[in-house]
């Protein structure tokens, strides 16, 4: 079993909401599931689409067959009908389309009707659709009718009813009238975990102590600070829509000072103000985490699309030089535990530490059988309270073996803790000479660095274990080059080589990846965006040169069909 | 208790003359009167010669970036509410660089005091126009005369319902602090713009410019009828009004916040076995 539906419509028709509850129902009957969305930028009109693809065997990418289409307008016929499998089927309301198909791989459903006979309301059209796509996937209703009961617990017993009448139709309806439907649904086994990406990157930041959360609304970003508002009261956070992003950053800032974890996020514009912030950050050493999501720029460029074209602004973003650290999650596992492990070395080091991520990160849900808490690291780096008090003296930037200085939080103690944007001495106070400055940048990046390089982890490598050819990239290509890699391993001996922990640059004691590349006949570097940064980091901090690259930079994800021309125009 | 030798810090580095020796003076001896150790508050500054004031005395210190004072001392506040913040700042870093901020502090009425060294001149980066300079001054970058209409924090705090706005004079130390003092006893956002001749650049607003100029509100004026407040705040020229100007009674932002009703967040412990129960939200 693996099936792809994808349900197609204009902006406010409720395409989401139809997704939503589909991807729920197959992740709760155990099937793998992966999710993702083309949307334009406007809340009504235009035509988006989200795609579902699940089965009984692990799925990381949508592929471009389409097994289920529900139009819910008329554009979703025309752009998506050449992309029906040979069992597929579109189903649609031909009243309100305004147009009838006669071609056996349509079902008219007449989803309005149905749902103001049933459910007393037109409104409950999509709850009809839904129904329907279950009936012609032979699909019992029970998990859909579990997940109307809770959303809608606080509407009232009537709404649950009429939903549920309105499902009941919907399937009853496909089941009848789909004589040509040939899907069946694997059977349902242990409810599965989904996530997409962005409520991966909260649920690690709230995993992880996150106190505080300052950020101003931009896509692709803005779910992070939802999820985590969405728990504010039940872990004691506090989220604060700034003015601007300059605040936001500086807001982040205030709270690290003051003794709390925070956090900040944005996008490519909303980071470019945060730049002079993230300085700050590096002067002061105050440990701050920020989540950069990547749109296509350059100015505002595509809102709502996906491009990985910030990598070079992450890296070299900010005035002067202090260590950094910079995480390109592929999944939403990994934007999990990478958050966590940002937190954790922004606070052992003083640093500010970037999650980059993308749209396509952002809006994609994944399945899993859980995240494992265990795995989840919290060390209170602070001096607080008695550990504090019993010091004979404070000085916020004294210098150490390691260049890291203790955290002091102000308040607690008689001590004081003193930063400045200046350069300062250890007390914390403005200093012009040149010894002292020698002495703190010593202090802050060059004893700090190759500790926080210790930390890295390598590349993981999947695949052939003595590849010809290697395709190589980082963040969120992850899942596309994976399923290509597998298609093609059936004439190939073909590896991916995916880099989440992208700088400090990993080094190679604990895999040598870079013997890897050199043994291989062929390396592909494969990269949404136009001129190849990850590849110039890699040459940068190496010396390696990819042989080949694919490079997307249209504004939309690679998909598996795609990539996998893509790399046998290059082998053959 | 603390005596003023608890204050002492660093020797500052302004001019001779500067109006900000007074102010700095004053503050101390209001800190002392107050009963407020060093370690109980936070001064956060930004970037200009008000920026330098929190290395003249001894305490928590931010010293941020140029016209960020007050995100980093909202976030402080929200972070650990039992910690007096106080932001000082320039007329050129507070109503310039962070304009945005201070209009929105005021709205969120959070209870930072915000000290502005208005000199009406930048003087760190040697004699520029600010916000605050009359109509007309000409400087090296303005040689045809400031053409902007010069800023009004007050009226501009009573427009914003500001929860407090005073103005004080670095020439009337002693009036200066019984405001600083009121500033820090209210409850909520307070804005304190306080007169203070640049000795350097500002040829014009001068301590003799000022002392023919303000005086002391009088006893029976009301600073919580805002219209009053706003005619008051309107008055500059011959005459030009100290004290407090307008005053309200607004919940503070932390007040209103139930995440800290019961502690401070930096005293909240953080439990991860909580996440058990989020995770089972994803099935």
Redesign the interface.
Known sequence: MDYSIKIGGEAGQGIQTIGDTLARVF??SGYHVFTHQDYESRIRGGHNFFQIRFSDKPVSASRDRIDIIVALDKESILQHEKELSDIGQIIYDSSGLKQKHEKPQFLDIPFVDLAIEHGGSKIMANTVATGAVLGMLGMELDILLAIIKNTFKRKGEDIIKANTAAAMAGHDHAVKQCMKCSFSAAPPSK?????PGI?AIG?GA??S?C??Y?AYPMTPSTGIMNYIAG????????V?Q???E???I??????S????R?MTGSSGGGFALMV??IS?AGM?EIPVVIALGQRPGPATGFPTRTEQADLNFALYTSHGEFPRIIFAPGTPEQAFYLTNKAFELSEKYQIPSIIIFDTYLSDSEWTYE??D?SR?K?NDYRLRGEAFANLPEYKRFAFTQTGVSPLG???E??????????EHDED???VEDAETRIKMVNKRLFKKLPLIKKEIEPPSIYGHSNPEIVIAGWGSTYGVMKEAADELSANLDIAVLHFSEIYPFPPVNKFNYIKTLEDAKMTICVENNATGQFARLMRAETGYAFNRSINRFDGRPFTVESLIGEINVLIR | MSSLDDYKGQTPSWCPGCGNFSILKTFKDAMVELGIEPHRFTVVSGIGQAGKFPHYIKCNTFNGLHGRTLPVATAIRLADHDMLTIAVAGDGDCYGEGGNHLMHAMRRNINVKLFVHDNQIYGLTKGQASPTSMEGMVTKNQPFGVFSEQLNPMALAVALDCSFAARGFAGDGEHLKGLIKEAINHKGFALLDILQPCVTFNKINTYEWYRQRVYRIEPEYNPEDRIEAFKKALEWGDKIPIGIIYRNNRLTFEERMPVIKDAPLVKQPFELSKLETTLKEFY
């Not at chain 1, 728990?231 to 506090?238: A, D, F, L, N, Q």
């Not at chain 1, 500086?250 to 709270?255: E, H, K, P, R």
């Not at chain 1, 103690?413 to 200046?422: G, P």
């Open positions: 992740s709760r409810p599965k975990m989904l996530i409520e649920l709230i995993a102590g106190k505080f300052a728990k504010e009261k039940e872990y004691g956070i506090i604060e700034a003015e601007d300059i605040a936001a500086n807001m982040a800032l205030g709270a000072f003051a003794g709390v925070a002079e912030g700050l002061t859980g995240f808490l989840i919290y939080v102000p308040g103690t008689r001590h004081l803790v003193v930063i400045d944007s200046d914390g106070h403005i």
